[in-house]
């Protein structure tokens, strides 16, 4: 199986290297920042105010919101076309004509991508923290990595065994679970049935268990334990799920 | 070894389209099957659903009494897909290595090192796919159908591509496949590829059989075209089963080539003179069955 790996590393080489350019970005912006305004080993935000006033510090603050979305646009990168790929181009049937286990294949290259998802993020999320804050992120960091990895990675993966496009229409997923999270909280959906409301809570991405990660991380608390159980159930139904769908789909 | 009863696939919601319709078709050990057929006839859909890639919407596939996805996980099938888009980021050897891999034995090394030489690769193992040429893709996925010595081989236009050297060393591979028992199904457009391979050769027409014909072998059973100089009104007396194609040509039915040498001086004993005896090609064959389509 080390040749697979070898090869599937081959095949993502250059989505790893894009997802660096794209971290690189955010890198070189709090670089600057923190070039031109450093004070006591951190970015200091008077002092970027001082230099380009709201926009400046409303675009720092935007890059490091959209830093912080980093593991989930990895998870879907990495994960895009897992299974959908190969059988669009027919390679799909040939594994199946000659592999053994065509499933564990598929299963190795998808615990790949996952890894690779969270491994790029553990790498860009901290060095962000470092050049911005002056120092590195607690546990929370890593918690809140791997819960997007999980949820979006597995999303992925399961739609691959769908459809093509299985990336977008994640995304398009984890967007309409931030809306309708939102609409959630603010009590906007009370008058609506309990039955399929329910269900569409629980079929989109768990907004709420990945916000509370998220909320744990800003405020430097502990890492919600159950937050992250549920985002790592929420990945396993959909990787067994797309296990079944895989091994009964035609080809 | 491979047998299909009475399947059919539809795609699409109904009516949609009935890509095969009640095709029964075994194909024994040691024998190559043809499926010819013009484009959109099915021959790709039968092929997936005889693996079990694609599902019958009614009937039943079975390679070795097994349904065929549970025979795959037992033991390796040779395919060559009519489409395939090989990683073209892979290296030819790697690729090679990768599927042979893919059945967990240890002699990964060795099988690729066998195909590669067989379809002349040695040169071209670290090439990446997508530099190579079509002809060049295509050994390569021979060459990965052939890995395993399989016992089943299905081909969907394996010729596509190749330079007449490397039909003939497939045409080689597929004789060898043959005489070690194995079973293959082989579809293509190309008649004369199918009349040199083939043991029979099922014509399929919008999804079902439209007849079977067995290809000429030199001294074995057949249909031959006869053109005459005189006596054409005494071949029926000699050969009984007469077909008149032109002025002076016939097609002829024989046993084999001893009843063919008999017929013929039975013939010529009544004032037959004889131009031009040829066995009927694969092309010849067919035609009848696709008469009056036009």
Known sequence: MWIWLRLELQRLLPRMLGLLAFGGIFMAAAATARLFAASDGHVEFDRLMGIGGYPLVSALLLSGWLVGRFPLVAALVLAAGVFSGDRESGFARLIAARARAPLLLFALRAALALLLAAALSALVLPAFDMLMLGRLPGPQLFALVTGYVLVFGALTVLLSTLTRGDAWIALFAGIAAVVWHALLRAGALRGGAPGPRGLLTALLPPQGALAQLETAFAADEAVPGFALLYCATYAALALVIAGVVAARREL | ?294
């Open chain 2, 1 to 294: 070894m491979i047998r299909l009863e009475r399947v059919s696939r539809r795609f699409g919601r109904r009516p949609g389209i009935e890509a095969v319709r009640d095709v029964s078709l075994a194909v024994r050990a040691g024998e190559v099957c043809g499926i010819a057929g013009p484009n959109g006839a099915g021959k790709s859909t039968l092929l997936a659903l005889a693996l079990g890639f694609l599902r019958p919407t009614r009937g039943d596939v079975r390679i070795l009494d097994e349904r065929p996805r549970d025979f795959l996980r037992r033991e390796a099938v040779g395919y060559v897909p009519e489409r395939v888009q090989l990683p073209t980021r892979w290296r030819v050897g790697d690729l090679l290595r990768a599927l042979a891999a893919a059945r967990g034995r240890a002699d990964v090394d060795d099988r690729a090192g066998r195909v590669l030489a067989a379809m002349g690769l040695e040169e071209s193992v670290e090439r990446r796919i997508g530099e190579l040429s079509r002809g060049l893709q295509q050994r390569v996925a021979i060459a990965q159908a052939l890995l395993d010595q399989p016992r089943v081989l299905v081909l969907d236009e394996p010729t596509e591509g190749l330079d007449p050297v490397w039909r003939l060393r497939l045409r080689a591979a597929l004789a060898e496949r043959r005489a070690a028992g194995a079973a293959v199904l082989l579809a293509s457009h190309d008649l004369g590829e199918l009349e040199r391979s083939a043991d029979r050769v099922v014509l399929l027409e919008r999804g079902a059989i439209r007849s079977e014909v067995v290809p000429h072998t030199p001294g074995g059973p057949g249909r031959y075209r006869v053109r005459v100089r005189a006596g054409g009104e005494h071949l029926e007396s000699a050969f009984g089963d007469v077909r008149a194609i032109g002025a002076h040509e016939f097609e002829v039915a024989v046993g084999d080539a001893a009843d063919l040498s008999a017929r013929l001086a039975a013939w010529l004993e009544l004032g037959g003179v004889v131009d031009s005896v040829q066995p009927l090609g694969l092309e010849e064959l067919v035609r009848p069955a696709f008469e009056g389509d036009a």
